[in-house]
């Protein structure tokens, strides 16, 4: 702990009379011990029981004690006594680190079919974000109670891109006790079918036709080869599988999927095969922007046979051709979840105001509309644009009173959350913050203790949790603390020389690292603006950094420098549209000059289209980032439509590919 942060700690203590002889004593001894609880987190990761063991007494008093506890219990949680176990719950009782031990507990007693110490242990559970742990609480809760739990249960199971024993396991019971039938496996096994997971897709077949699971490992190697050699499926199970080989085969080639589903299964399989297949070809086909998708969801009867997700990429379709009707009656279709997604009540709003016809319509409209304007967030900030208003800078709330302070202050999961983060334990640091902040209690901190908190990340620039906590805040936004703007004098220096909006590099900033200095992602980029090292070498290079080298990426001043000069280069290349050149930072310039290929459209319209949900989010949290950081820096009303334009192909008489961009 830095002098300056233990000295505030020291007057945190002091205001709340809290300090005494035993807390200075405390806060010495939580400068010694950092090299210690570093090997214990090498020792974790390599499994070394022995050495956990043998470096454990040495951090007696560390102000990071219960993570080296919980390395070295959690390394024998498969063997150790439960009264060893339950003695860790006691001592670090109140903890994060006992709720984790615990949900680790608790998995491990699922697995075992433990339900007698399940039963009792899972009500003092409290972080309750565990999928698995839930799945098996239903099967307890099926079993001890007879309680209906199905829905729940399928919804987790469906969740799940790859198999785990507790989802699995309930479905198996929920089956055997008639609480959930064959079409909800089979969806299940189409679900993973399409999301390219044969293993669950396998295992939901072999509770439902364990004789026919074999065939999806068929199925996933070669979906025509399948097909070919089956002409005719009397049996449902056969035509389910058929329903597989299809999905499996529209995600290679979407329109040979729909001519053979045309040509010899649509007579074959019932109208809920049908549907869902038919939903499946328009989604894959959607996401390969190709027109013909929306007639292939024409050919879906009944809205309501499809899930969320193939009903999202019929809007998508729609919008992308102008079908203002298709997209009012898929948006309806979805579930009460996702009517009430930012997304979905916008769109919809959308499509009643084009289609409206009468009065009452349109009101509706303006009520869906009005029911999400606001700051948040992109459609947020377009619904506030429909409706006439510009986007400004919220009041700012109540400034936070010397007692808040002190009570995030001497939070002790906040404290140890950030000195985990000070010594480099960052992924331990961020899940104890998240903790404290999110699940300790139920329905996590109120507003002003969430400021409060996000203050003090603040104050010690950790500028993630401090972003991260403070878009939580339902009531009261403080902008400063939501859209921070570290090192202002050299972003708006470098990108004014290049006369690039700073509030655009702001935006970009704080969705890549947020202001992470030394942040590096799984792919190599690095720094604020996480540049991959051949980009940020071919960037020095056109921007005159003769005497760049790769060590210097994670300088401030250099990475700054190299990536607003790159954002600047691929700006200029898609004729100054940010929504290209966003995707383009994100995806590459290769797939943003592929997706701007088709028809002019708004670009709200081409950015919900883009075919990668990474991207797809990227672009639209990057642009509402930007607009709310160009309300701060110039204090005038902005537009987030005027930022976003159209987009739509090239014009080839007027500009030029810059081919050699990276």
Known sequence: MKFTQILTLVYALAMTGLWSPLAHAQVQAANKGDDVILEMGQAFKKGDKNRLSALLPQTR?????????????????????????????????????????????????????????????????????????????????????????????????????????????????????????????????????????????????????????????????????????????????????????????????????????????????????????????????????????????????????????????????????????QVLTATQAMSPESQKDPTWVYWRARALSATAQDNAQKQEAQGLLRSIASVRGFYEQLALEELGQAITLPERPIALNPQEKAAALINPGLQRALYAIQIGLRPEGNREWNYSTNLHTPGGMNDRDLLAAADLACQRQVWDRCINTSDRTKEAIDFEQRFPMPLREIVVRKAGDIRLDPAFVYGLIRQESRFIMDARSHVGASGLMQVMPATAKWTAKKIGLTSFTPDQITDREVNVAIGTGYLKLVLDDFEGSMPLATAAYNAGPGRSRTWRNGPVLEAAIWAENIPFQETRDYVKKVLSNTTNYAAILTRQPQSLKARLGQVGPRNAQTTEVNKDLP
């Open 61 to 325: 008093g560390h102000v990071l004690e219960p993570l080296a506890a919980y390395w070295d219990m959690r390394a024998r949680l498969d063997t150790a006594p439960e009264s060893e176990i339950r003695s860790f719950l006691r001592s670090y009782a109140g903890s994060y680190y006992e709720d984790r031990l615990r949900t680790d507990w608790l998995l491990q007693l699922g697995k075992r079919r433990d339900w007698a110490n399940f039963t009792a242990e899972y009500p003092r559970y409290r972080m309750r974000d565990d999928r698995e742990v839930r799945c098996y609480a239903l099967a307890t809760e099926a079993m001890n109670s007879k309680a209906d739990v199905a829905e729940e249960a399928k919804r987790l199971w469906y969740a799940l891109r790859e198999a785990d024993d507790g989802c699995t396991y309930v479905a198996e019971h929920l089956h055997s006790g008639k609480q959930i039938n064959g079409l909800d496996l089979w969806r299940k096994a189409r679900l993973a079918m399409d999301a390219n997971r044969p293993r669950p897709a396998q295992a939901a077949v072999d509770i439902e036709a364990p004789r026919l699971s074999e065939q999806v490992a068929l199925i996933y190697a070669d979906p025509a080869k399948y097909l070919d050699k089956r002409i005719i499926a009397i049996t449902k199970n056969r035509k389910e599988l058929a329903v597989l080989a299809l999905i499996r085969l529209a995600a290679k080639d979407p329109d040979e999927a729909a001519d053979l589903l045309n040509r010899r299964w649509s007579i074959q399989l019932s109208q809920e095969e049908r549907n869902w297949t038919w939903g499946v070809i328009g989604k894959q086909a959607a996401q390969k922007l190709q027109d013909n998708a929306s007639s292939h969801f024409a050919k879906v009867q009944k809205d309501s046979d499809l899930n969320d997700d193939l009903l999202s990429w019929k809007v998508r379709a729609a919008l992308r051709m102008g079908q203002w009707r």
